[in-house]
């Protein structure tokens, strides 16, 4: 019985430690990227529609959410601002960037935050993973993508 309690007592430890460190939260704003225009073209993205996103003022937020265990996470832009509450590790379903409806999860391994986004209803669009990590620095937020072998890098400076 004492062994089932440790037993028990240590999930519950582990499950709980899983968090956003806190160097995540803030507010970052688009300094530079890395093979953007690259990784846009081997998603199949048009030229003039690819000047457009690269000229687009893009804001990222983390923080916490007023309920215990969940987090916010702002993407804003001059196209178009999303906003999701959600917890570590639960898919949920909201508005993409691309206003169609996504699966989306968000996780965290060691110090990296991922996004995994995954279409709803359209299987020919591969899922896509976003990676954030911060500069060792603690300035900048770096979001690393890759599609079709070509990997990006988006760098956005903590305002």
Do not use: W
Request: proline share 2%.
């Amino acid at each position: 019985m004492r062994l089932l309690g440790l037993l028990l007592f240590c999930l519950a430890v582990s499950v709980s430690a899983s968090s956003i460190p806190e160097k995540f939260f803030g507010r970052f704003k688009i300094d530079r990227s890395e093979n953007f225009d690259e990784f846009l073209s081997a998603k199949g993205v048009g030229f003039i529609t690819r000047q457009l996103i690269k000229l687009a003022s893009v804001t990222k937020v983390f923080a916490k959410g007023e309920a215990e265990g969940t987090y916010v996470y702002e993407n804003l832009s001059s196209k178009k601002d999303v906003k999701y509450t959600f917890k570590l590790g639960e898919q949920f379903t909201a508005e993409g960037l691309d206003s169609t409806q996504h699966e989306i999860t968000f996780d965290v391994k060691g110090d990296e935050v991922t996004e995994h986004h995954k279409r709803v209803g359209n299987p020919d669009v591969s899922p896509e993973t976003y990676h954030y990590t911060i500069s060792e620095d603690n300035s900048e937020l770096i979001m690393t993508m890759t599609n079709n072998g070509i990997t990006c890098k988006r760098f956005l400076k903590r305002e």
